[in-house]
C-alpha cells in the first residue's frame, strides 16, 4: 500500500504529465499542416492563391503559444499578426527550439501584455492594433486565423460606447468576476458594453475568410463563448445582459455608464458575407485535461473515474460532492478482486466561488482548504489547481491537501475557518508549504481536481 509521501508525489506527477497533454502550442502543431497552397486546420481544407495573404490574432492566456507554433506552421506565409496574452513566457513547451520559434513570430506580431483579470491600457492598445490589421485584411481579401483562449475577455477590449472609461471597463470587470454568476453570464454582460466582444471583432472583415482555432475554458458546447467570442457571434439562446444583472443585483456596482449602455441595447453585429469560409475548431478543453489525468493515473496503478457532473455547483456543494464520491469509489475497489491499493477521483470545471473576504485566494486554493476540512479519510490527497497556473488574485495555480493538513496547520497556530472567512486560502498554504506553483503555463483549460485515497 502507498504511503503518504508516496500519493502526494503520484498526485504531482498526474498533474504535471496534465499539463503536458494540454499543451496549447502542440495542440496547433498537431491541428494544422501548410504544403504549397494547401492549409488544412483540422478537418477543413484552405486553398490559398499565390499571392493571397495571410493574418493572425491571438488572444488569451494560450495566445503565446498558438501564435508562435502558427509561425512556426506558416512561415513567411504569414503576412502579420496581433497578439495580446498575459506574459512574455514560453507556455509548457520550453525546448530550445520553441524559443527560437516563438523569437521569429514576435517579428511579425505586434505584442501586447493584456491585463487579467482587469483590463489594461494594453488591451485596449492590442483592440486597436486588431482594428488596423483587420481593416488591412478586408482591403485585401485576405484569410484571416483567430487564435483565442480563455482570459481573452481582458487582454483585448474596446467600448462600445465612448462614455465608457478605461477605469469603468476595470470595475465592471471585477465586479462580474466576484459576483458569482457562471462564465457564460458573465460574458453576456461583458458582451454587451464592448465592441469587440459576441462576434464585433470578427465583422471588421466581412469579406475575409476566417478560421477560429480555440482553447477552451468554458463548458463543453460553449465555445461560442471563449473570450466572450471576439470571432464568433453569440448563441440565439445566450442569457440576456439585464437578467443577468438583475439576478445578481449588480446595478450597485456596475458603472453608471456601463448600466446605461447595457439599457439603451447596443445592436447586434452586422452580418458577415455568407459567401465567406466561417469555421471554428476546439482543439483542447477540459475533457482533453481529464482524459490525460484519468490516463496517467491509470499508469500509476490506481483504480479511476471522471467525475464529469462534478464540475460548475456552488463550491460547498461541490467538495461534498467529491468527497462522497471518493467514499464511494473505495468501497467499489474494496469489493472487487482489483490489486489496486489506492483509488483516483478525477474532476474538472469551475466551482462557483464568490468571494466573502478581502485575502489573496481563488476557486482551487479554496476547493483544497475546504476538502482537507471535511474530508475523514485515513489516508487521502487532493490537487486542486487551475491549468493556467493562474488561481483567483493569487501567483499560485492552486494547491496540495491530505489527511494531515488540518492537524499540522493547527499545530502551527493557524485557524483554517479563518482563512475560509477571509478568503486567504493562500495565505494558509504558503505557510504550510503546500502551495502548488507553477506560473503561467501558456495554456488554460479550466481547473482539474486529483483525488487519491488508499483502499
Known amino acids: 500500500m502507498p504511503n503518504l509521501t508516496q500519493l502526494r508525489l503520484a498526485t504531482r506527477e498526474i498533474f504535471n504529465e496534465t499539463l503536458r497533454a494540454v499543451d496549447a502550442g502542440a495542440a ?6 501548410f504544403e504549397d497552397s494547401r492549409l488544412s486546420v483540422c478537418d477543413e481544407v484552405i486553398e490559398l492563391s499565390a499571392q493571397q495573404s495571410v493574418y493572425a490574432i491571438a488572444i488569451g492566456k494560450a495566445g503565446f503559444a498558438m501564435a508562435a507554433a502558427l509561425e512556426e506552421i506558416l512561415g513567411e506565409r504569414l503576412t502579420a499578426g496581433v497578439r495580446s496574452s498575459n506574459a512574455p513566457g514560453y507556455g509548457t513547451a520550453r525546448g530550445s527550439e520553441r524559443v527560437e520559434a516563438a523569437q521569429v513570430a514576435n517579428l511579425r506580431y505586434k505584442i501586447f501584455q493584456g491585463g487579467h483579470p482587469e483590463p489594461n491600457d494594453q488591451s485596449l492598445a492590442a483592440a486597436q492594433a486588431c482594428f488596423d490589421l483587420l481593416e488591412r485584411a478586408d482591403d485585401e481579401l485576405a484569410l484571416v486565423i483567430f487564435l483565442i483562449s480563455g482570459g481573452g475577455s481582458a487582454m483585448i477590449e474596446w467600448p462600445i460606447s465612448d462614455d465608457i472609461t478605461l477605469a469603468d471597463l476595470r470595475v465592471a470587470n471585477k465586479a462580474l468576476v466576484n459576483c458569482g ?14 465592441a469587440v466582444k459576441g462576434g464585433r471583432l470578427a465583422v471588421r472583415a466581412p469579406r475575409c475568410d476566417q478560421a477560429t482555432l480555440i482553447v477552451s475554458d468554458v463548458p463543453a458546447g460553449e465555445e461560442r463563448i471563449v473570450a466572450s467570442g471576439p ?20 446595478r450597485a456596482h456596475l458603472p453608471e ?26 482543439l483542447l ?13 491509470r499508469r500509476h496503478g490506481f483504480a479511476v473515474e471522471i467525475a464529469a457532473e462534478i464540475s460548475t455547483q456552488p463550491i460547498d456543494d461541490g467538495c461534498l460532492a467529491l468527497l462522497e464520491r471518493t467514499s464511494q469509489l473505495r468501497e467499489r475497489a474494496r469489493g472487487t478482486e482489483s490489486n489496486t491499493n489506492a483509488v483516483c477521483l478525477i474532476s474538472g470545471g469551475e466551482f462557483a466561488c464568490p468571494a466573502r473576504g478581502t485575502g489573496i485566494g481563488g476557486r482551487n486554493l479554496e476547493t483544497a482548504l475546504r476538502l482537507a476540512m471535511s474530508s ?20 499560485a495555480a492552486g494547491a496540495m491537501v491530505d489527511n494531515t493538513t488540518i492537524e499540522r496547520a493547527r499545530a502551527i497556530g493557524l485557524d483554517p475557518q479563518d482563512f475560509l472567512k477571509r478568503s486567504d486560502a493562500y495565505s494558509f498554504f504558503v505557510a504550510l508549504g503546500d502551495v502548488v506553483a507553477t506560473g503561467p503555463t501558456g495554456t488554460n483549460v479550466r481547473d482539474i481536481r486529483i483525488l487519491l485515497a488508499t483502499v
Do not use: M, W
Not at 496547433?28 to 499542416?33: E, M
Not at 457562471?182 to 464592448?194: C, D, L, Q, T, Y
Not at 439603451?264 to 475548431?281: E, M, N, Q, V, Y
Open 28 to 33: 496547433v502543431r498537431h491541428a494544422v499542416q
Open 257 to 282: 455608464t456601463v448600466i446605461r449602455t447595457i439599457d439603451t441595447a447596443p445592436t447586434a453585429p452586422r452580418p458577415i458575407d455568407p459567401t465567406s469560409l466561417r469555421k471554428h475548431f476546439v
Open 231 to 250: 470571432s464568433i457571434a453569440p448563441a440565439t439562446d445566450a442569457p440576456d445582459a439585464r437578467d443577468v444583472i438583475g439576478k445578481y443585483d449588480l
Open 285 to 297: 478543453d477540459n475533457q482533453s485535461a481529464l482524459t490525460a489525468a484519468a490516463e496517467a493515473a
Open 181 to 194: 454568476a457562471s462564465i457564460g453570464e458573465i460574458n453576456a454582460v461583458r458582451r454587451a458594453f464592448s
Open 376 to 395: 475523514n479519510c485515513e489516508q487521502f490527497v487532493a490537487l486542486c489547481a487551475g491549468t493556467d497556473g493562474i488561481d483567483g488574485n493569487s501567483p
